[in-house]
Nanobody
Framework: VQLVESGGGLVQPGGSLRLSCSAS????????TGWFRRVPGKEREAVSC???????WYADSIKGRSAISRDRAQNTVFLDLSSLEPGDTAEYYC???????????WGRGTHVNVSS
């Protein structure tokens, strides 16, 4: 089983990114998929999740400027981030749980750097 995040990069404040979480070895739609981010020196933060039933949750930190979605054909979950701020700079991870469970499958992360 492998989860692979992609779509990170350097973006200017106010810009947008689409992060992808692609799975192999499992049908991702059979699991919840959570997005988390971590800044060095700070605790990991859950930022969004989509359940098996397509229930959606966003952290207040990104609510109103983000959208999580699932593409079953691509076995992928997306996180669209817009109006990015320097405070969004972090390593972003996806996992097969809405909580940071050690028993979930985790990707290795994709780095988002919001800077002018």
């Amino acid at each position: 089983v492998q989860l692979v995040e992609s779509g990170g990069g350097l973006v200017q404040p106010g810009g947008s990114l689409r992060l992808s979480c692609s799975a192999s070895g499992i049908v991702l739609a059979n699991f919840a998929t959570g997005w988390f981010r971590r800044v060095p020196g700070k605790e990991r933060e859950a930022v969004s999740c989509i359940s098996r039933n397509e229930d959606i949750w966003y952290a207040d930190s990104i609510k109103g400027r983000s959208a999580i979605s699932r593409d079953r054909a691509q076995n992928t979950v997306f996180l669209d981030l817009s109006s990015l701020e320097p405070g969004d700079t972090a390593e972003y991870y996806c996992a097969t749980d809405c909580l940071p469970s050690p028993s979930a499958y985790w990707g290795r992360g994709t780095h988002v750097n919001v800077s002018s």
